[in-house]
Nanobody
């Protein structure tokens, strides 16, 4: 059974940091990339950052480049999203996801329809 357990959301002031963690289980590291998507009310879910744990390949949305870092902790099968210098526009529900890898394809975070599994969301609220 595929499980994606996200934790670490909360409320912070602009400029502060948060770390989200996703514990993944039930599937092979080599078969799925792990991604963080987010959603605000009235808008489509958007890809924030994704990682292919087999080779460390990462992608970031333009809006978070230089502020967010995704990393994989192999020992406990966890993927962390380190969010620094948070802005009010980062306020959203964040979802940990698993995306089935296909040969030559790296656009894991390009669109939510690529996602095969969604975890429960965790709320991030940034106040100005």
């Amino acid at each position: 059974e595929v499980q994606l357990q996200a934790s670490g959301g909360g409320s912070v002031q602009a400029g502060e940091s948060l770390r989200l963690s996703c514990k993944a289980s039930g599937f092979s590291t080599g078969d799925y990339a792990i991604g963080w998507f987010r959603q605000v009310p009235g808008k489509e879910r958007e890809g924030v950052s994704c990682i292919d744990r087999s080779d460390g390949f990462t992608t970031y949305a333009d809006s978070v480049k230089g502020r967010f870092t995704i990393s994989s902790v192999t020992a406990n099968n966890t993927v962390d999203l380190h969010m620094n210098n948070l802005k009010p526009e980062d306020t959203a529900v964040y979802y940990c996801t698993a995306i089935l890898k296909a040969y030559g394809f790296r656009g894991y975070c390009d669109h939510p329809h690529y996602v095969n599994y969604w975890g429960k969301g965790t709320q991030v609220t940034v106040s100005s």
